[in-house]
Nanobody
Framework: VQLQASGGGLVQAGGSLRLFCAAS????????MAWFRQVPGKERDFVAV??????????YYTDSVKGRFTISRDNAKNTVYLQMNSLKPEDTAVYYC????????????????????WGQGTLVTVSS
């Protein structure tokens, strides 16, 4: 599995960006997909996760992005998105997409250790 993240860039506070994570390999619809972000010198932090359970798709977000970010998936394009609205300077980071093979409970999926494949990261810079 290879993940290719893109869509990052420079945006003013209050603006929007849409990140893309394109996968080559198995269909994403059967796996857990997530976004993490990392600021230089700090640990990689969880942002959002999308998990399919039976016929339903569930999502979960870190508190700081709830109501502003939306994770979604297009199975036909084998791509996961992160729509980021009302961006703040503190959202500045390198954003990574990740794929997990095991559909654990949501609270467990906030740990990067639960993921098996990672994209290369895309830089998001929000100016004040």
């Amino acid at each position: 599995v290879q993940l290719q993240a893109s869509g990052g860039g420079l945006v003013q506070a209050g603006g929007s960006l849409r990140l893309f994570c394109a996968a080559s390999g198995p269909t994403l619809g059967t796996y857990v997909m997530a976004w993490f972000r990392q600021v230089p010198g700090k640990e990689r932090d969880f942002v959002a996760v999308l998990r399919r359970t039976g016929g339903n798709t569930g999502t979960y977000y870190t508190d700081s992005v709830k109501g502003r970010f939306t994770i979604s998936r297009d199975n036909a394009k084998n791509t996961v998105y992160l729509q980021m609205n009302s961006l703040k300077p503190e959202d500045t980071a390198v954003y990574y997409c990740a794929l997990g093979l095991t559909p654990l409970i949501m609270s467990a999926l906030t740990s990067g250790a639960r993921y098996d494949y990672w994209g290369q990261g895309t830089l998001v810079t929000v100016s004040s």
